[in-house]
């Protein structure tokens, strides 16, 4: 038999064999040793906010108490300090009724998106 033959039957009976070993570590042995990793976690993020490409709101949670993080580029500030989580805001708090215009031409904006017709069919000008 040619040496090439018994190179190619050894690749095939250990390459099962350490593929099998490798799924029994990552399956088995793995994680029961990053079990203990995780248990003694005193801090969790319990809900980020996005305001911006590079600043954001972080509510923490450390022990019982919870904190509420302004992160922005470089800097990191206390915003509020609960004993309790704080109440949830509903997304029928955040009606466009109730939003004050960020700019002097919402209500254009506003009326546009809305498919309303102007007086005369115009749009008003300044």
């Given at each position: 038999?040619?040496?090439?033959?018994?190179?190619?039957?050894?690749?095939?009976?250990t390459l099962p064999l350490v593929l099998l070993l490798c799924y029994l570590v990552l399956r088995y042995a793995l994680p029961k040793?990053?079990?203990?990793?995780?248990?003694?976690?005193r801090m969790r993020v319990v809900e980020q906010l996005p305001?911006?490409?590079?600043?954001s709101l972080t509510?923490?949670?450390?022990g019982s108490r919870y904190y509420l993080l302004a992160h922005q580029e470089g800097s990191v500030a206390l915003v509020q300090e609960y004993d309790e989580l704080p109440e949830t805001i509903e997304n029928d708090e955040f009606t466009m009724q109730a939003a004050k215009p960020l700019s002097p031409l919402d209500p254009l904006f506003k009326r546009l998106a809305s498919g309303g017709a102007?007086?005369?069919?115009r749009i008003p000008r300044g």
């Open positions: 038999m040619s040496e090439l033959f018994w190179a190619g039957l050894r690749l095939a009976v040793c990053m079990a203990g990793f995780g248990s003694g976690r305001l911006g490409p590079k600043a509510l923490v949670r450390v102007f007086r005369n069919g």
